[in-house]
């Protein structure tokens, strides 16, 4: 199997930031762009201590993205490879691209909850 950047459907689009994805197995490969200053914090809520409960691994494109822990933050930047345990939030710094692979299920509770919380903020 074998997709571009552009094959990849996209699985959630909120202004200039997306999600590109498809699901191999039991995972799930995805491609997050995203613009200097998103933060994933209003997506999580709702979800087990406002956080993301999925591992993931992958590689950051381009940019730099501050991950939150209860425990402290770790900066990611361009050309990093990458292991996020369960229990995290996010901040881009910079503009930002990275490939991450996660168990499908668990990015698809996360999608399925960032959208609900996209349309009440739409809503608002």
């Not at 996209?10 to 590109?20: C, D, Q, Y």
């Not at 992958?58 to 770790?74: A, C, S, T």
Request: aromatic content about 8%; charged content about 25%; overall charge negative.
């Amino acid at each position: 199997m074998r997709a571009t950047k552009n094959e990849l459907p996209v699985m959630l689009e909120a202004g200039p930031s997306s999600i590109r994805g498809t699901d191999w197995g039991e995972l799930r490969l995805a491609v997050v762009t995203a613009p200097a200053g998103t933060d994933f914090a209003p997506l999580l809520k709702g979800l087990p201590n406002d956080r993301c409960q999925g591992p993931h691994w992958g590689y950051v494109l381009k940019g730099r993205i501050r991950i939150q822990y209860e425990g402290g933050d770790e900066v990611l930047q361009g050309g990093d490879f990458y292991y996020m345990p369960p229990n995290h939030s996010a901040i881009t710094e910079e503009d930002t691209e990275f490939l991450e692979i996660a168990p499908q299920n668990l990015h698809q509770e996360f999608l399925v909850n960032a959208k609900r919380n996209l349309e009440a903020m739409q809503r608002a």
